[in-house]
């Protein structure tokens, strides 16, 4: 297949609110993703960082304890995702509506969103102090108790690489420039250091917060570094160790899940879905490293990620069950081997049309698409799912019990 080609339209309808802008930055970082990593060499200029707390590499993992799950009495999660707007807004309704009408039992909510807004109201101190908390969501609280009314498993999503908002406000957490701006990338969003000890602590102090409001699992997103990181690595000022990027980003999971641990919620991430078919050592993401320090694992495994040769499919928008079938095979494949350590496979899932392919490379996505993707990951023993659409418009009518 035309791999060039294939990076580009896997690229297109991938999580973000920003759609159009989105796509674009996630297009470079797959293209990138796809070559060797280059390991950045010590700036002069910058210090080098202390490790995170209980930060450990893959050596120490003979260490670690069988895997359990927090949740054993956890529903088979069958989600949407949710916007702070839409949480704190008229629309809120209608999903609660879908949710008590059908199968559906979980909502995916924005607590810390795609520019690094916190989204709601926090007495925090130090989270008021790095971030720059706004009322999208009026009263969280209410939100919460509305929720566990209608009988919603609750899922925090945190956005935490890409964060612009922490990025401007502490540029020495960030990437900067020879010229001392911080960096953007083409969308003019900035990302923070992952090798940086206060953006792991930050992050998961957001996630402690959701989990004292009520929330039953912390989905991290963005837990990567930025698009083509791997061209301008010896080039940008910041603080690192010598621990590789994929060894950076799978400690920070690690740090995370440990700092979790005792609150009894779920750690689960979102990943590229073609890791599990090809490397994508250049933004730090080891599908296997990342999965085995998890409770979920959540592939965005949108078949208009795809394009043509992909699990031998010409056309794969167009074949939502082949594709779907395909990239959960691949999965299985690369996660089977972790036994214990194997966590719920949990995919984002499409649920709108992805007209930017152009004609003959996209059709119309409603209840038989829908459907179609279900059934290849029950035909795989895949039990739980989310649905993606960046409007939080879903379509009526589906079986998802199929």
Same mark, same amino acid.
């Given at each position: 297949?035309?791999?060039?080609?294939? +990076?580009?339209?896997?690229? +297109?309808?991938?999580?973000?609110?920003?759609?159009?802008?989105?796509?674009?930055?996630?297009?470079?970082?797959?293209?990138?993703?796809?070559?060797?990593?280059?390991?950045?060499?010590?700036?002069?200029?910058?210090?080098?960082?202390?490790?995170?707390?209980?930060?450990?590499?893959?050596?120490?993992?003979?260490?670690?304890?069988?895997?359990?799950?927090?949740?054993?009495?956890?529903?088979?999660?069958?989600?949407?995702?949710?916007?702070?707007?839409?949480? /704190?807004?008229? =629309?809120?309704?209608?999903?609660?509506?879908?949710?008590?009408?059908?199968?559906?039992?979980?909502?995916?909510?924005?607590?810390?969103?795609?520019?690094?807004?916190?989204?709601?109201?926090?007495?925090?101190?130090?989270?008021?102090?790095?971030?720059?908390?706004?009322?999208?969501? $009026?009263?969280?609280?209410?939100?919460?108790? =509305?929720?566990?009314?209608?009988?919603?498993?609750?899922?925090?999503? &945190?956005?935490?690489?890409?964060?612009?908002?922490?990025?401007?406000?502490?540029?020495?957490?960030?990437?900067?420039?020879?010229?001392?701006?911080?960096?953007?990338?083409?969308?003019?969003?900035?990302?923070?250091?992952?090798?940086?000890?206060?953006?792991?602590?930050?992050?998961?102090?957001?996630?402690?917060?959701?989990?004292?409001?009520?929330?039953?699992?912390?989905?991290?997103?963005?837990?990567?570094?930025?698009? $083509?990181?791997?061209? =301008?690595?010896?080039?940008?000022?910041?603080?690192?160790?010598?621990?590789?990027?994929?060894?950076?980003?799978?400690?920070?999971?690690?740090?995370?899940?440990?700092?979790?641990?005792?609150? $009894?919620? =779920?750690?689960?991430?979102?990943?590229? /879905?073609?890791?599990?078919?090809?490397?994508?050592?250049?933004?730090?993401?080891?599908?296997?490293?990342?999965?085995?320090?998890?409770?979920?694992?959540?592939?965005?495994?949108?078949?208009?990620?795809?394009?043509? $040769?992909?699990?031998?499919?010409?056309?794969?928008?167009?074949?939502?069950?082949?594709?779907?079938? /395909?990239?959960?095979?691949?999965?299985?494949?690369?996660?089977?081997?972790?036994?214990?350590?194997?966590?719920?496979?949990?995919?984002? &899932?499409?649920?709108?049309?992805?007209?930017?392919?152009?004609?003959?490379?996209?059709?119309?996505?409603?209840?038989?698409?829908?459907?179609?993707?279900?059934?290849?990951?029950?035909?795989?023993?895949?039990?739980?799912?989310?649905?993606?659409?960046?409007?939080?418009?879903?379509?009526?009518?589906?079986?998802?019990?199929?």
């Amino acid at each position: 297949m035309n791999i060039t080609w294939a +990076l580009l339209m896997m690229a +297109l309808g991938s999580v973000g609110v920003q759609q159009n802008q989105h796509d674009a930055e996630v297009a470079i970082a797959l293209k990138s993703a796809m070559n060797p990593p280059i390991i950045a060499a010590q700036n002069n200029n910058s210090n080098v960082a202390t490790p995170a707390p209980n930060a450990t590499t893959e050596s120490n993992d003979s260490q670690s304890v069988l895997h359990a799950d927090p949740q054993p009495d956890a529903p088979k999660v069958k989600g949407i995702y949710v916007t702070a707007y839409s949480a /704190g807004g008229e =629309r809120m309704e209608k999903l609660l509506s879908l949710l008590d009408q059908t199968e559906l039992n979980s909502m995916v909510i924005d607590i810390k969103d795609d520019a690094g807004y916190i989204t709601y109201k926090t007495d925090n101190p130090e989270l008021q102090k790095l971030g720059n908390p706004q009322t999208f969501i $009026g009263d969280i609280n209410k939100l919460m108790e =509305r929720l566990n009314k209608h009988d919603v498993y609750p899922i925090a999503r &945190i956005v935490v690489f890409k964060d612009s908002i922490l990025a401007k406000k502490n540029p020495q957490l960030s990437f900067v420039n020879a010229d001392g701006s911080v960096w953007k990338n083409k969308g003019g969003d900035s990302f923070v250091n992952p090798y940086n000890e206060d953006v792991w602590k930050y992050n998961v102090d957001i996630a402690k917060e959701a989990v004292k409001l009520g929330f039953k699992e912390i989905q991290f997103d963005y837990v990567r570094f930025p698009e $083509g990181f791997e061209k =301008r690595a010896d080039t940008l000022k910041y603080t690192k160790t010598s621990d590789s990027r994929v060894d950076i980003i799978s400690n920070f999971v690690k740090y995370a899940k440990a700092e979790l641990a005792p609150l $009894g919620v =779920r750690v689960s991430v979102d990943i590229f /879905g073609y890791a599990a078919s090809a490397p994508a050592e250049g933004i730090g993401q080891d599908f296997v490293k990342i999965s085995k320090n998890v409770d979920v694992i959540s592939p965005m495994i949108y078949p208009s990620h795809y394009s043509t $040769g992909w699990f031998g499919v010409k056309e794969p928008d167009l074949d939502p069950y082949a594709t779907i079938k /395909g990239s959960i095979v691949d999965t299985h494949k690369k996660l089977d081997p972790l036994g214990s350590y194997k966590p719920v496979i949990r995919p984002w &899932i499409q649920d709108f049309t992805a007209s930017w392919l152009g004609k003959g490379h996209y059709i119309k996505y409603g209840k038989k698409q829908v459907e179609d993707q279900i059934r290849a990951l029950k035909d795989e023993n895949v039990e739980e799912f989310l649905l993606w659409n960046a409007n939080n418009r879903y379509t009526s009518d589906v079986d998802y019990e199929k």
